[in-house]
């Protein structure tokens, strides 16, 4: 089921100086995030992805198009409408946004406080929250004392205090060492997994839609340009913005001055072979390349895991005869695509 929906999204701006253009952020989005999903939206710096995330909890009103959450077009609500959607809509941002003045708790019991919840209700859901984040011992403490990554559990308490079923997640992980990432990336698979919460991840790391998605919408110029399932999208990227993300956590085949210094340390026929969940394994390409009697060394590239599927590049430098060696390429290449060959190998 489709929880939220953009349907031809543009969002323009007014010029920032009299007589210029308006500015576009959003140019014609359509997009859609199934219910218990988790979906990451990437791009780089000014790619218009955190204002559709405003979009979406409707701190800002398209210029054209319509956005749904649960069928209902909320550009048409009223004021007060407004405000009960966004109490279904938790949001965790980049800097944590804490309230310095307030303990732990009292940032997690904020949202509750000004719903008007009583306050029996109000404390019993905070240490619930608190020991879903596993930081029922810092209930007391202020943000201060805090480290970013229990910061940014204590955004993940508020955000989810109010029991919402979509959770906006806006450069969530940016501020964190990559061992917190991790930790709060585990963190919110949880709220998904054991809340069901529906996750809408903003980032320009790639890293964390590969741990966290399910799937991916890559956005440039205020345009969705690539959409799909994460392992589709990272191994077969089609427009170059995604290669380029899909490049920063992925080897890719080796060129120019890369390649140059592979054939300077390794003698031999230099060939990369494509691998992909479900179409082969890397036993049959080392299996076939070993029949024909031809040494092999891997030399660049990987495999990579998302969600129990793996894909990924392997460029082997071959030495034997050479006929062999041509008759093993053939026969390896009958398992896995052999999508680069170094002609000077």
Known sequence: MTLIRLSGVTKSFPAAARGGAPVVAVDDVSLEVAAGSITGIIGYSGAGKSTVLRLVNA???????????????????????????????????????????????????????VSGRPRGEIAARVAELLQFVGLSDKAKAFPEQLSGGQKQRVGIARALATSPRILLADEATSALDPETTQEVLGLLRRVNAELGVTILVITHEMDVIRSLADRVVVMEGGRVIEDGAVFDILSAPGHPATRRFVASIIDEVPAGDELQALRARHPGRIVTFSLRDGDVAQSDVFAALASHGVRFELIHGGITDIGGRVFGHLTLALTGDADAVEQAIAAAGAHAPLIEEDPRG
Not at 80 to 106: C, E, H, K, P, Y
């Open 59 to 113: 701190l800002e009103v398209p210029t054209s198009g319509t956005v749904e959450i649960d069928g209902r077009d909320i550009t048409r609500l009223r004021e007060r409408d407004l405000r009960a959607l966004r109490s279904d809509i938790g949001m965790i941002f980049q800097q944590f946004n804490l309230f310095d003045s307030r303990t732990v708790a009292g940032n997690i019991a904020y949202p509750l406080e």
